[in-house]
């Protein structure tokens, strides 16, 4: 029920992946440059993450400026919440009391952080059910975390088409499946492989589908994850 309640609301705010794959204007991730500008200048960067999750849309940011505000936290918060994103996800799942604390623990460090923002919306719409007297404030703070994620969704999708020449750009696999379901509307995976493509041999994560949806038909779609194996390593010091 609250899938659907999510999900009515997510389509409403009109994915840019619906436009046809060879008229949308891609706006690559250039790590080289977004990791140099995010040491040199981190003020700039936590600015522009600010202004990316004002309630309302600020329109005069641009697209390199979201993808320079979602890639270049990564570099900020140095994936220092991905021990607390596991703990929500298990508390969710368990739909043990305390999920909502975890949650915000993750958008202290990492205000984009996709699923601590869709995890956030879930449980602020079950609460709202069950709790009528504060249900407005509840429901309203659950859309403001829906719509931060559709930007940030959006942003996802700008950096490529999905294939292996052109692959989306993510931080995190949870970043990866939580666009598959929520952005395209996909929910049956068949398995993932890891690959490197091109003559640069960059990482990807293959997603094998099991379905097709409104926003997407392909069997399969590919995520560079150059800086998730960054992250991995340094959090094994590696």
């Not at 097709?212 to 069997?219: A, D, F, I, T, V």
Request: hydrophobic share 40%; proline share 3%; glycine share 6%.
């Amino acid at each position: 029920m609250f899938r659907k309640k999510l999900l009515i609301f997510l389509f409403a705010l009109l994915p840019v992946i619906t436009q046809a794959q060879d008229e949308r204007k891609l706006t690559p991730v250039n790590w080289g440059q977004i990791e140099k500008v995010a040491k040199a200048h981190p003020d700039s960067v936590k600015a522009l993450v600010a202004r990316l999750i004002l309630p309302k849309l600020d329109t005069t940011l641009t697209m390199s400026q979201r993808v320079l505000a979602f890639y270049g936290q990564t570099y900020i918060s140095r994936g220092g919440e991905a021990l607390d994103v596991m703990h929500m996800n298990d508390s969710l799942r368990a739909g043990a009391s305390g999920t909502l604390a975890m949650a915000n623990k993750v958008l202290a460090k990492n205000p984009l952080n996709l699923e601590a923002l869709m995890c956030k919306a879930t449980v602020l719409f079950g609460m709202a059910k069950t709790n009528t007297a504060d249900s407005t404030e509840q429901k309203a703070q659950a859309r403001y975390c829906m719509r931060v994620a559709m930007r940030l969704y959006n942003t996802i999708a700008s950096t490529g088409r999905g294939t292996a020449e052109e692959p989306f750009s993510v931080t995190s696999v949870g970043d990866e499946y939580s666009f598959i379901n929520y952005y395209l509307d996909i929910w049956k995976i068949k398995g993932q492989s890891l690959v490197n493509v091109g003559k640069n041999k960059v990482p990807c994560d293959i997603i094998h589908l099991n379905e097709k949806s409104e926003y997407w038909e392909e069997p399969d779609i590919y995520f560079e994850i150059t800086r998730v194996l960054q992250l991995e390593r340094q959090a094994f010091g590696k």
